[in-house]
């Protein structure tokens, strides 16, 4: 009996491993789900926003760094891969629909994907932003890999864009019901495909929860911006950029 | 379960290689979706044998994100001092793209299409969402 080392020693063990962040990656994300659905699955209950509230907790209370958490919550970011290219299967089901659509999709994938970039980089650089922080935003709503590597390729900084990201499709997530009600937008077609554009795989990820046509739209938007995006924004930031140079900040 | 995972990672594999050869600017994966989309045209019966596993792994995109998401811990140092930036234009931006999308989709939508849609999707949103 006084063979069995203390608590804390366990825990120490368990952490060096990948073991202990994975676990914790599907136990928070399980919590977090089980919550969505208590608060009868209102945008305002995003299940991404708490499982990493949750897991930042745990982390912060025990002192498990980022590196050590991340080293077995990789298995499920991996995933990300696999996931995109499965993105095909609801897009091939509703191609009837796109054929239907297509003129509509193409001029609000360009208005959507310009204003985005634009809009991001003015306002970062209007309140004080640096050239790094401004290009480090620009490509946010994009996939996370697009856009990391966008910014990257710019000057940015690709881990706070994927931070950036992420707050984008949480926050586009969160505020689309209620804008898209607003203005009165009732069509699945046209909620997915925006929440696509603007929130790409957590927009989509939420369009899935509401609907399959939803879904198929929004992961359309998604891959679509994505591309563009990785066009497009390369020479639009640098535009933006040295338009607005006398308001840049060193 | 494990075919369709099989079939996933083979067209990862061809657009990461697609990307890789030709330098292009667009991730691996997006290209991956691409050429899976021609082929699930080309061949419907791919279509029906990968679509319940696949559309499974749809279902729970959500917890792919969340590993990405607590990097905030590591970044929140590099954004000493613009927060108020970062936010606004988080904010602001995101409003702004939701807005311009849907409404110049609306607008270019041709008038039948998205009346019978509007008209008959609204409750479905109430109720479920």
Not at chain 2, 70 to 84: D, N
Request: proline share 6%.
């Amino acid at each position: 009996m006084h063979n069995i080392p203390e608590l804390g020693t366990i825990w120490v063990y368990l952490a060096a491993s990948p073991l202990l962040g994975l676990t914790l990656t599907l136990c928070a994300y399980v919590s977090a789900f089980w919550l969505y659905g208590r608060f009868k699955f209102s945008p305002l209950a995003n299940p991404v926003a708490i499982s990493i509230a949750l897991i930042i907790v745990v982390l912060k209370s025990t002192g498990m760094s980022y590196r050590d958490y991340f080293s077995g919550a990789q298995f499920v970011h991996f995933l990300l891969g696999p996931a995109t290219v499965a993105l095909a299967i609801p897009l091939a089901r509703q191609l009837p629909r796109l054929r239907r659509s297509f003129f509509p999709i193409i001029c609000g994938l360009f208005s959507g994907s310009i204003t985005a970039i634009i809009s991001a980089v003015t306002i970062t650089v209007l309140m004080g932003g640096s050239y790094q922080l401004a290009v480090s935003i620009g490509p946010k709503s994009a996939t996370t890999p697009i856009a990391m590597a966008v910014s990257e390729k710019l000057g940015g900084l690709p881990a706070l864009t994927a931070v950036l990201v992420i707050c984008t499709g949480i926050f586009g997530a969160v505020i689309a019901r209620f804008l898209f009600n607003w203005m009165r937008v009732g069509s699945h077609e046209l909620r997915g495909f925006a929440l696509g554009v603007t929130s790409h795989g957590i927009g989509t990820a939420r369009a899935f929860q509401v609907s399959p046509e939803m879904g198929a739209f929004a992961g359309l938007g998604m891959g679509m911006n994505g591309v563009l995006t990785a066009f497009l924004a390369p020479w639009l930031i640098p535009i933006a950029v040295n338009y607005l140079s006398p308001f840049i900040s060193p | 379960m494990l075919a369709t995972f099989a079939t996933l990672l083979i067209f990862q594999c061809l657009g990461e290689g697609m990307t890789f050869a030709l330098s292009l600017p667009i991730p691996g994966p997006v290209v991956g979706m691409l050429l899976l989309f021609v082929a699930l045209v080309i061949s419907p019966s791919l279509l029906e044998r990968i679509e319940e596993t696949g559309s499974e792994l749809l279902r729970h995109l959500s917890l792919l994100f969340v590993p990405a998401g607590v990097g905030i811990i590591v970044s929140a140092a590099t954004v000493r001092g613009h927060w108020l930036a970062v936010i606004a234009s988080v904010i602001v931006s995101t409003i702004l793209t939701l807005a311009v999308t849907a409404g110049v989709m609306r607008l270019t939508m041709p008038r039948q299409v998205g009346k019978s849609s509007a008209s008959a999707e609204p409750k479905k949103e109430n109720d479920h969402a």
